[in-house]
């Protein structure tokens, strides 16, 4: 298997202005801890326990969204409104959930980064508790940002509008933008806000799911783009 990491990558980061950060799966070791949380949710409600792939398939939409495609009735906003706050309040409290895990050698790359020129945001479906929360856990971490972007701001992926928002509050333009993502969700937000796209294989998608869509960029790891500044 030949990964598309090396095919011009080196090339555009050297016109890439602003890089894009999605977090679960991305930058944080999540989604065994998401699946897990959904399966506690939806069966502490009684209702059909979702697979671990139909999980994955929300991941980067707004917990609301995902939570209501997986329900037997989807338009049944009530029941999503519910389940979406039981899913919240069974991630407050279980600790073996809601824990913190940044891939190893996060902290470094996003330094490194920042000490190439590169600004950075974040692009998450996470509501703002969720990144705020990230941000009490590891504190460190926020310092690197300048944009954030959370599920509260803007429409869900795979809308262009987090990416667009991002470009209006730092003043990039969208072709300089390049975004990092693990969810295919991910890859169709820049794809349709016309920004660069590369992809990770630590989270919800693995190597052919990106192929499919002809993804521009992927790599196997968020840290391995410094190999390419």
């Known amino acids: 298997m030949t990964l598309k990491f090396d095919d011009g990558l080196k090339e555009q980061m050297?016109?890439?202005?602003?890089?894009?950060?999605?977090?679960d799966g991305t930058l944080t070791d999540s989604i065994d801890q998401i699946i897990l949380c959904f399966t506690r949710t939806f069966s502490h409600c009684g209702l059909p326990v979702p697979s671990a792939e139909a999980v994955k398939g929300t991941i980067g939409m707004s917990l609301y969204l995902g939570i209501k495609s997986l329900l037997p009735d989807p338009t049944d906003e009530r029941l999503a409104a519910e389940v979406t706050q039981l899913y919240r309040d069974t991630f407050a409290v279980s600790k073996d959930i809601n824990v913190t895990r940044?891939?190893?050698?996060?902290?470094?790359?996003?330094?490194?980064?920042k000490d190439h020129g590169y600004e950075l945001a974040i692009a998450s479906g996470k509501s703002k508790v969720g990144v705020d929360r990230l941000f009490v856990d590891v504190p460190e971490l926020k310092q690197y940002f300048s944009v954030?972007?959370?599920?509260?701001?803007?429409?869900?992926k795979p809308s262009p509008a987090m990416i667009n928002l991002i470009s209006a509050r730092s003043g990039t333009p969208v072709d300089r933008i390049i975004g990092v993502g693990d969810a295919v969700l991910d890859i169709q937000m820049l794809r349709n806000a016309g920004a660069h796209e590369l992809a990770v294989l630590t989270g919800a998608c693995d190597y052919y799911a990106f192929d499919d869509l002809d993804t521009e960029f992927i790599l196997p790891k968020a840290t391995d783009i410094l190999k390419y500044i």
């Open 102 to 113: 940044l891939f190893d050698g996060t902290l470094d790359m996003l330094a490194a980064l």
């Open 148 to 156: 954030i972007c959370t599920g509260d701001d803007c429409e869900s």
């Open 14 to 23: 050297s016109n890439v202005r602003l890089i894009a950060f999605d977090v």
